[in-house]
Each structure stands twice: as structure tokens, then as C-alpha cells.
């Protein structure tokens, strides 16, 4: 499971990080991803990270802007969002990939573990 997942309330163009601890399984050997949901909307991938944290990828809609990235000492990966917009208000969850799954992916049926979700909501 995934905890501590904090969003919150910003205006257009802030910032906001999330930060997101796991437990259960051995977090250094699962990819991790953020997703997010707005309403009215299916579960989107916004970034994934790799095991040792060497390699990313985003999608369109937030590369530049977001910043994946994890410690695997602390079990946590966070998630910066910068030059926010009013289209990125959505739930936010943390999830990690399937240990056999070892390319990144945005695939989300490769992410079987899921945090609770978050809201975070961008202000015009």
C-alpha cells in the first residue's frame, strides 16, 4: 500500500509536490507511477519512474512541468509539479509496477499496487 499522499490547492502557474511513502513490499524493486483522475474522466498516467530512479518518462500533457522522482532509503516517491494549470486538477495516486515488469510503462494495468488518491485542484 501506498500512504501519505498530501495535494492541495493552488492557483494557475504554482507549484505542488507530492510525496508519496510505501510499505508492504520492497519499494527499490518495483517501478513506480503517478497517476490521476479528473472528474468525469478515466485514470490517467502522468510519470513513471524506474527501480533505481535513472530513467523517466511523462506523458505529453506534463513533460516539462513534472518532475518524477524516488528514495528508495525513505520508500518514497514524489511527484513536483510546476507551472500548474487548471486542466491538471484531478486525484492523484501513487502506484508501482509489477516486480516482473522491468521497462518503464504507462500501461496501467503493469500497476497492480495503488495509494489512495489525492486531490489536487488548480485555481484560474
Known amino acids: 500500500s501506498a500512504a501519505g499522499v498530501w495535494g492541495g490547492l493552488v492557483q494557475a502557474g504554482g507549484s505542488l509536490r507530492l510525496s508519496c511513502a510505501a510499505s508492504?513490499?520492497?519499494?527499490?524493486?518495483?517501478?513506480m507511477g503517478w497517476f490521476r483522475q479528473a472528474p468525469g474522466k478515466g485514470r490517467e498516467f502522468a510519470a513513471g519512474?524506474?527501480?533505481?530512479?535513472?530513467?523517466?518518462l511523462y506523458a505529453d500533457s506534463v513533460k516539462g512541468r513534472f518532475t518524477i522522482s524516488r528514495d528508495n532509503a525513505k520508500n518514497t516517491v514524489y511527484l513536483q509539479m510546476n507551472i500548474l494549470k487548471p486542466e491538471d486538477t484531478a486525484v492523484y495516486y501513487c502506484?508501482?509496477?509489477?516486480?516482473?515488469?522491468?521497462?518503464?510503462?504507462?500501461?496501467?494495468?503493469?500497476?497492480?499496487?495503488w495509494g489512495k488518491g489525492t486531490q489536487v485542484t488548480v485555481s484560474s
Open positions: 502506484a508501482a509496477v509489477r516486480e516482473s515488469v522491468l521497462r518503464l510503462t504507462a500501461y496501467i494495468d503493469d500497476y497492480p499496487y
Open positions: 508492504g513490499y520492497t519499494f527499490s524493486r518495483h517501478g
Open positions: 519512474i524506474n527501480r533505481s530512479g535513472s530513467n523517466t
